[in-house]
């Protein structure tokens, strides 16, 4: 999956490499991920603020090899170790869910600033925990939900709260993927590892929902775990979340659905549509807008249109604070913007608030805990 929108992106996006400001940010990665390439080396490229300049990785060779195909100067055997580099300004951390607490917390202690995959942390009582931990040493830490850094999420929600679709009654997001993308050896099954379809794809419908409605969850209605081979991990879950004021939210995530009836195989599903009493409004494929995307507006006196927003669509109002953004900035590339912007004291166009991502957690572990999975292990590292 990685690897497939890492092609894409490059291969249809590819953006001229930035000639490098003098006092470019230096960032690390903890780990040869493949993500890392979608979601930071090429969005580095066309930024003339950031230069990666090193890769650690507990396996020497593949960190070498890593290296050179990304044009990356340093190579460490170990996160510490890079950790230890004074030269180094931030760190990206796509490690295992379960790591994410030890390494971050980790990494603040050496000063830098952390870009963090979501999940953030196996339990929101962590999150809290490095976020304070950032404020207590000044570094910025930022949860890398990156789709919520594109225009078309924002748009998606300008709709929304325009009233355009009357009082808005319910929700439906999903992040599903056919069987096949995920292998059945992946760490996403590992439940000591933080795994779980809900800890990975879930992690969207469920944010975009509390984003769209700038709420949390009232409680969980209903939460139903398809399990894996390992009953505490669910390949997939389906959740309904009361919202407040009567609003249903329903997200769905799979990382492989079986093929309908047997032979239809299922396609991705990406989308969130919300319904109000006078319309309703669909994004199709918020996760990855940059590779497609359409947001579809129905009201109920009989009139519909679409819009694609790849690029903010004005300059005025809550635009008014947003880059000079080119249609080819990928979600990552406008996430890349704002973190740079937060570490050198600029205001970014949008950003992830430290209550926002415990929120974002205390969401998952009440859904894991409604579906009887319970809440993936909380990490044994004391600092
Ligand atoms: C999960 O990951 C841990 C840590 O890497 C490993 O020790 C364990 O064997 C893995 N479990 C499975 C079922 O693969």
New binding site residues.
């Given amino acids: 999956m990685a690897g497939l929108i890492d092609f894409i992106s490059r291969k249809l996006f590819s953006t001229p490499e930035a000639i490098k400001e003098p006092d470019a940010l230096r960032i690390g990665i903890l780990g040869a991920a493949s993500i890392a390439p979608a979601a930071l080396i090429n969005p580095a490229r066309s930024h003339p603020g950031v230069v990666i300049t090193a890769v650690a990785a507990r396996d020497r060779t593949r960190a070498d090899k890593f290296a050179k195909q990304h044009g990356i100067q340093k190579v460490y055997a170990s996160y510490q170790e890079l950790l230890d580099d004074p030269s180094i300004d931030a760190v990206y951390n796509p490690l295992?869910n379960g790591l994410h607490y030890e390494w971050t917390l980790k990494a603040i202690k050496a000063g830098k600033h952390v870009l963090l995959e979501k999940p953030s942390c196996n339990r929101a009582e962590e999150t809290r925990r490095v976020f304070d931990y950032a404020k207590e040493k000044g570094v910025v830490v930022l949860e890398a939900f990156h789709y919520r850094f594109h225009p078309s999420a924002h748009r998606l929600r300008q709709i929304v709260s325009s009233g355009e679709l009357g009082t808005i009654q319910s929700l439906k997001g999903a992040l599903t993927l056919p069987r096949g993308i995920v292998g059945a050896?992946d760490?996403r099954?590992?439940?000591?590892?933080g795994g779980g379809s809900l800890m990975d794809g879930g992690t969207y419908p469920v944010s975009f929902v509390r984003f769209l409605t700038f709420a949390e969850p009232v409680s969980i209605t209903s939460a139903h775990a398809r399990p894996a081979p390992?009953a505490r991990v669910d390949v997939g879950t389906i959740a309904t979340l009361a919202m407040p004021g009567d609003v249903s939210a329903t997200i769905e995530c799979d990382m492989a659905l079986p093929p309908r009836f047997w032979i239809v195989p299922r396609m991705f599903d990406m989308g969130m549509t919300v319904k109000g009493d006078k319309g309703e409004a669909t994004l199709f494929n918020f996760v990855l807008p940059m590779l497609y995307h359409y947001i579809t507006v129905k009201t109920k006196d009989g009139k519909s249109r679409t819009e694609k927003v790849y690029v903010p669509p004005s300059t005025e109002g809550e635009w008014e604070c947003w880059p000079k953004a080119e249609a080819s900035w990928s979600t990552y590339r406008y996430q890349l913007e704002a973190f740079v912007d937060k570490i050198q004291g600029r205001k970014p166009h949008y950003w992830v608030e430290a209550d926002d991502s415990v929120k974002q957690m205390e969401a998952i572990e009440q859904i894991y805990a409604k579906s009887g999975l319970g809440s993936r292990p909380a990490s044994t590292f004391v600092l």
């Fill in positions: 295992p050896d760490i099954y590992n439940y000591s590892l390992d």
